[in-house]
């Protein structure tokens, strides 16, 4: 594999014209280590990457396509970029391929690392606040929703308006926002098409120096989409079937008599043949959904997580590897996976450690 798509060789040499850059406030850096993550969802576990950068004010724009963003990039000087590697975090270099940031949310951001690490405590310390509240106020536990639902009320009422909260409404109106936080700000914008796994890459110069980093959010270098293929070959089925409607008048009105079948089908039926169903065909569930399954049934058995009485596992057991898929590639996978069971109706609770988790889902 390449250590980076080609269109970013198009982004250097400023020859991507079908996209349009919107830029926003300056990101600033303070310790010279930057992260990528989704904000809503990771950000007081992300890592920084290993590269670090200048400290600063520097300029952040994302990249659109037709709507959509594209790329989100900060730039750390004005020289020429000629070459361009993967981003990576601390312990990711023997990972094959590109790693990335996983997308929950429909946001990434670029922020320093110091407003992780701030930010980071200040959860912590507001989560213990809380849990002391509630103790003292009899909420029990056990009861998942009644705590919950007392956890977030008691978080409003002591931590105030969260920064964070308008990030989704704000990127509604505009493609890229600032966010003042403790110690500095977050630059968020849109995930491209929505949730999964997105690589960064650094743009280096002739000395190898960090002149940029992007976010390729996976819009550019793909190709065209099927369903356009497919709209092109409908079109001489619809002249075929326009053709015998006229040839057969007004007797027979094909859009009327015919209401959903297109193509073929509809020729069939307008000519009085009459198609043979197709066989029914049964399949088993697939390797993955039984390694999944089997491996919720170890986590139960070992005692590593708890699931409420009467769950499907089997439907438990397909949203599970829906998530399992979506986080391929992604750092920490143990962390996202934990965060995710907490947050499931299903599972009344969670004992194993994210390290614990990774491990087994590493296997």
């Not at 509630?134 to 998942?144: F, H, I, Q, R, S």
Request: aromatic share 6%; net charge negative; charged share 30%.
């Amino acid at each position: 594999m390449s250590d980076a798509p080609e269109w970013l060789t198009q982004l250097a040499a400023g020859s991507l014209e079908e996209v349009s850059e919107i830029g926003s406030e300056p990101l600033r850096v303070t310790s010279g280590r930057l992260v990528a993550c989704d904000p809503l969802v990771f950000l007081t576990g992300a890592d920084p990457f290993a590269r670090e950068v200048p400290k600063g004010k520097h300029d952040v724009r994302v990249g659109e396509l037709e709507g959509e963003t594209a790329y989100a990039i900060v730039r750390f000087g004005k020289g020429k970029i000629t070459k361009w590697e993967v981003a990576r975090c601390p312990g990711e270099e023997d990972v094959e391929g590109w790693p990335g940031y996983g997308v929950d949310s429909g946001i990434g951001c670029f922020v320093d690392h110091d407003v992780v690490t701030k930010y980071a405590a200040d959860e912590e310390a507001l989560s213990a606040k809380v849990a002391a509240k509630l103790a003292e106020e009899g909420v029990d536990p056990t009861d998942v929703i009644a705590y919950h639902a007392a956890l977030e009320e008691g978080r409003a009422e002591l931590a105030g308006d969260d920064p964070l909260a308008a990030l989704e409404r704000s990127l509604s109106h505009q493609p890229v926002v600032s966010v003042e936080l403790p110690g500095g700000n977050l630059v968020a914008f849109q995930s491209g098409v929505g949730d999964g796994v997105y690589a960064s890459f650094w743009g280096l110069g002739a000395r190898g120096k960090a002149l940029a980093l992007v976010t390729d959010f996976g819009l550019l270098g793909r190709p065209a989409s099927a369903g356009a293929a497919e709209e092109d070959d409908d079109e001489p089925e619809d002249d075929e079937l326009g053709a015998l409607e006229k040839e057969l008048g007004d007797e027979l009105s094909l859009e009327d008599d015919l209401g959903d079948l297109r193509g073929l089908d509809a020729l069939a039926a307008a000519l009085g043949i009459q198609a043979e169903p197709e066989p029914e065909t049964r399949q088993g569930p697939s390797p993955l959904f039984l390694q999944s399954r089997d491996l919720l049934k170890s986590w139960v058995k070992a005692e590593k997580i708890e699931l409420e009485e009467g769950v499907n596992l089997d439907a438990f057991a397909e949203a599970f590897l829906e998530k399992l898929v979506s986080l391929s590639g992604q750092r920490r996978p143990g962390a996202h996976i934990a965060e995710w069971l907490l947050e499931r109706a299903e599972v009344a609770d969670v004992y194993a450690s994210d390290d614990e988790l990774e491990e087994d889902l590493r296997r």
